[in-house]
């Protein structure tokens, strides 16, 4: 089992940051994943950005540009930088941490972003 702490949401007007945080603990994966999706009053949850445990980034393209993920591996800690935040951008935000293969995947709690205009 994994467990997952997130941090750092909350409520910001247009054009702030956040930075988010998600610390894993527990039977850690060698290789690993770790990202971060949203989910919006009556959307479907979405990947935001994932970040691998060698380093390969994606970005929806909706955040490319603005957001930043970053890991520190010896930490089992994932980051989410967040600027220039938009009124869209509002949404419980779920940190996911995987085996590289996908077998086995854990979520967080979810955090609450809003962005107010």
């Known amino acids: 089992q994994v467990q997952l702490v997130e941090s750092g949401g909350g409520l910001v007007q247009a054009g702030g940051s956040l930075r988010l945080s998600c610390a894993a603990s527990g039977s850690i994966f060698s290789a690993n994943v770790m990202g971060w999706y949203r989910q919006a009053p009556g959307k479907q949850r979405e990947l935001v950005a994932r970040i691998s445990s060698g380093g390969r980034i994606i970005y929806a393209d909706s955040v490319k540009d603005r957001f930043t993920i970053s890991r520190d591996n010896a930490k089992n800690t994932v980051y989410l930088q967040m600027n220039s935040l938009k009124p869209e951008d509002t949404a419980v935000y779920y940190c996911?941490?995987?085996?590289?293969?996908?077998?086995?995947?854990?979520w967080g709690q979810g955090t609450q972003v809003t962005v107010s205009s």
């Open positions: 996911i941490y995987s085996s590289s293969s996908g077998e086995a995947a854990y």
